[in-house]
Structures are given as structure tokens and as C-alpha cells.
């Protein structure tokens, strides 16, 4: 396995062009094949892990995707001929779970593994499944997959998602733009995501309404034809580069972002001590002197973003003060803490609380990457800590950044990649 060796202790400078969206990728990339005429061309696209282990699932299903360039992929699926997703790729992904929507609503059949992804608690696909059974599929789950059918098309229906669930709310879209009938859904997630993918699909010739909002309204089409479409910008990667800035005490401008999908985030950093400045496409955050404690919420967008949660927890083990970190949409993500103590921070964890004593020091040590965001808080509290810290596991970290040890460079860290 990979490792990142970093010496810490030096403020990051410059700026740093933002990559598109992974979850706005992964979901688009699936919902481009449920175009039986045409070519779709997507811009902007990341060529994380993840995606490149889904551009190949849906090779094998049988639709042509191609780059056309390091950041534009080409998909046509016009010969979309096989329901069974390959298994050894689609455990791998939790965004696997939107193969089975294209499916059934393609084919009238799917068989995907059930999905992987990062362990930060239980992310049921029982949501998924209430879902498609609501549209008339018949689903179960065996060896290992998840299985469905449907007798001709799916039927649109009035369904509740459970715990405004992002992904449910992307895989009923996608089912229900090909749908017979309206398909309602009900406490929808609200994400900038959602909103991407549904700017997709109706670009597509899906009549989506309501995206963005808790009530989503899908008008079910006979075809969709593939067009042309630009990912927005990752406000994830973002953050969490904004936040490098904050920890170091540097002075870091991320560019190619949307400043509104990240509200709740620069509330919070502005709460702590850091200026920040921001335009039409651009954020900016200089720190000049150690931040003060805040205590944070996370919540379903436009709350404060789980993803962003454990590189916050990074920078507020080095804020003055105490502060509280309450998270409420996975029971099960702080398992990064034991490695962030290893590095000096004081965090103490009840259920799915956190209590972070701000500490004048942090220290290099060796620690291992578990998941992606987990994996990013441990390099942004690397980049503080004195000395040398040894980062294990960087492939989690490869699933949701590209290029990390070159773009923290150059912003100024000494950070190297090693096999």
C-alpha cells in the first residue's frame, strides 16, 4: 500500500484549481446510460478511483465510454446489453447502488453486488430497495447482490425517502426519468448534487422539477438521448483545502468552486478567527494567528456537510478553547480520531460526539488512513504537526482526491508519495 510522508510545520500559499464534483460524477456517468440515441460528453469529470472503476463496470454492461481528454469522457450506451454488473467492481463502490436504477429502468432487470465504500457507519440500501418496490420492481437480495426485475416499465409513485437519503434520492431519479407515470419523492436530499444530476437528465429530455428543494417531482419519458454537460465544481475537495489553509495558518485560495455550496463551511471557519474573501468562482482564507474553538452540527445539505466533518475535528484540535462536533447522518465516523491522537490531538468520542480540546502542539507520528475524508483529516493534521508523520492506506485517500501530495506541494507542503 501506498504511504504519504509529510514534514509539517509549514504554512501553505497559493492557489489550488478544484476538480469536479465525485458525487456529482459517479451518478451522472451512470445516468448518461439511460440514453438508448446519442453520445453524451461530460466535462469536468475527476478521474478518482472510483470513477474509473465505474467507467469499466459499464463497459462490460456493454456501453462505449472513452476519454476524450484528461478531464472530458465520452459515453454512449446504446448497445447497453447486459443486466449483471461485475462483481468484483461494483463491491468495491458504494456508488454501484445507482447501476441498479439505470438497470431496471433500462432493462428491466439488474444484478449488482452490494455496494462498499468507506466504513463510516451503516448507509442501509434498504432506502434503495423501498424505493424500487415502490416502483413496481421486484427486489431481494441474494449472494451477495442486489436483484430486481420489473414486467415491462417501472411505475411512478409517491415515495418518502427516508432520512432525506442522498443517494436514494439520485437512484429514484435516475429509475424515474424513464418511469411510466409521475414519480414523487417526498423529504428529498437537497444537495448541489442533486441538482447537477437533475440538470443532466432533463438536459437529457427528463422532466425533473423541484431538484434542490425536499420535494422532487419526476415526469417519467419513453427515451432520453445523450447530450453535452459540465460537473460542477467538488466543494468537498474544496473545503477540505480551505481548511489546510486554516490549520497551517497560511493563506490559500481555491479557485473553479461555487461559493454558495459552501455557506455553512465558511460560516464556521469566519466563527473560528479566519478571514475570508470570496467572487463569482473563487474563495480565499488567510489565518495569521491560532483560531478559536466552534462547535458544529452536521446536518443534510444546507447544513454543515458530514464529508467535511473530520477534517474540521483536524483543525480544531489546534484551536483555543473546547469545542463540540455533533454527527448526526452516519453513527460510526470518528474512527480517524484514534490516529489523530496519535499525533498529539486531545478528542474524546461518545457515541457520536466529540469533545476537541485545543492543543498548542501537534507531533508526527505514523497513522493510517481508513476512508477518504478520514484519510484528508489526518494529512491537513500532519501539515500542522511537527516533525514527520507517515500516512498508511493512501488508496481510501485516492477515492475522493486526485493529484493530493502535488497540489498541497504546490501550496508549499513537503509531501511525498512512496509505494
Not at 465558511?266 to 468562482?281: N, T, Y
Request: some cysteine.
Amino acid at each position: 500500500m501506498a504511504q504519504l510522508v509529510i514534514e509539517g510545520g509549514r504554512a501553505l500559499a497559493g492557489d489550488v484549481l478544484i476538480d469536479g464534483s465525485k458525487n456529482s460524477a459517479l451518478p451522472i456517468i451512470v445516468a448518461a446510460a439511460l440514453a438508448e440515441d446519442g453520445i453524451s460528453v461530460l466535462e469536468n469529470v475527476p478521474r478518482y478511483t472510483d470513477i474509473l472503476d465505474l467507467c469499466q463496470i459499464l463497459r462490460d454492461l456493454g456501453a462505449s465510454v472513452e476519454w476524450l481528454t484528461d478531464r472530458q469522457l465520452a459515453i454512449d450506451a446504446q448497445n447497453l446489453i447486459t443486466h449483471q454488473a461485475r462483481y468484483d467492481l461494483a463491491r468495491k463502490l458504494r456508488g454501484s447502488t445507482y447501476l441498479v436504477g439505470l438497470l431496471l429502468a433500462r432493462l428491466g432487470r439488474a444484478d449488482v453486488a452490494f455496494p462498499g465504500g468507506c466504513q463510516i457507519g451503516s448507509r442501509p440500501v434498504n432506502f434503495h430497495i423501498q424505493g424500487f418496490q415502490a416502483l413496481g420492481a421486484d427486489m431481494r437480495l441474494e449472494h451477495g447482490s442486489i436483484q430486481g426485475s420489473v414486467a415491462g416499465r417501472l411505475q411512478g409513485s409517491r415515495i418518502y425517502v427516508e432520512r432525506a437519503s442522498f443517494g436514494t434520492t439520485l437512484n429514484l431519479m435516475i429509475a424515474g426519468s424513464l418511469a411510466q407515470g409521475t414519480t414523487v419523492l417526498e423529504n428529498a436530499a437537497m444537495e448541489p448534487e442533486i441538482v447537477d444530476v437533475a440538470n443532466f437528465l432533463n438536459a437529457m429530455g427528463a422532466r425533473v422539477r423541484g431538484a434542490g428543494t425536499n420535494l422532487v417531482r419526476i415526469e417519467g419519458v419513453e427515451r432520453l438521448t445523450g447530450t453535452h454537460h459540465e460537473i460542477i465544481p467538488d466543494r468537498l475537495e474544496a473545503g477540505t483545502y480551505l481548511i489546510a489553509g486554516a490549520i497551517t495558518r497560511g493563506a490559500v485560495t481555491v479557485a473553479n468552486v461555487i461559493p454558495e455550496h459552501l455557506n455553512t463551511v465558511l460560516l464556521k471557519l469566519s466563527q473560528a478567527g479566519a478571514k475570508i474573501e470570496a467572487d463569482m468562482d473563487w474563495i480565499r482564507i488567510m489565518a495569521t494567528k491560532r483560531l478559536s474553538a466552534v462547535d458544529i452540527e452536521t446536518l443534510p445539505h444546507p447544513g454543515f456537510p458530514t464529508d467535511l466533518h473530520p477534517q474540521m475535528v483536524s483543525l480544531l484540535a489546534v484551536c483555543d478553547g473546547v469545542s463540540v462536533v455533533q454527527e448526526t447522518v452516519f453513527e460510526n465516523r470518528f474512527g480517524y480520531t484514534h490516529d489523530l491522537s496519535r499525533l498529539g490531538a486531545d478528542v474524546k468520542v461518545d457515541r457520536e460526539t466529540a469533545i476537541v480540546r485545543g492543543v498548542n502542539r501537534l507531533t508526527g507520528a505514523p497513522v493510517q488512513a481508513q476512508d477518504i475524508r478520514g484519510g484528508a483529516a489526518l494529512v491537513l493534521a500532519a501539515l500542522k504537526a511537527e516533525g514527520t508523520t507517515i500516512v498508511d492506506g493512501v488508496e481510501s485517500i485516492d477515492r475522493g482526491y486526485q493529484a493530493l501530495e502535488e497540489k498541497m506541494a504546490a501550496l508549499g507542503a513537503v509531501i511525498r508519495r512512496q509505494p
